[in-house]
């Protein structure tokens, strides 16, 4: 998270999390970059992430 220092922004829009899977959408916004559109999806089991997928519009600032 170096990416969003303290003044940064981060929104989720969505969250949807069914027994072993969970996806979200968000947005954020820091120094270094703004990030209008991100999607993550975690495959969950005992209480840790075994899979993480990640995509996103980034632009540098």
């Known amino acids: 998270m170096a990416d969003f ?3 940064s ?3 989720v829009s969505q969250c949807i999390a069914e027994r072993t899977m969970a996806y979200i959408v ?3 916004r820091s120094e270094h970059f703004d990030i209008p559109f991100a999607t ?3 495959m969950v089991r005992d ?3 075994l899979t993480q ?3 996103s519009q ?3 600032r």
């Open 5 to 7: 220092p303290p003044g």
């Open 9 to 11: 922004t981060f929104e």
């Open 26 to 28: 968000w947005s954020g």
């Open 40 to 42: 993550e999806t975690f």
């Open 47 to 49: 209480g840790k992430i």
């Open 53 to 55: 997928t990640f995509t």
């Open 58 to 60: 980034m632009y540098p």
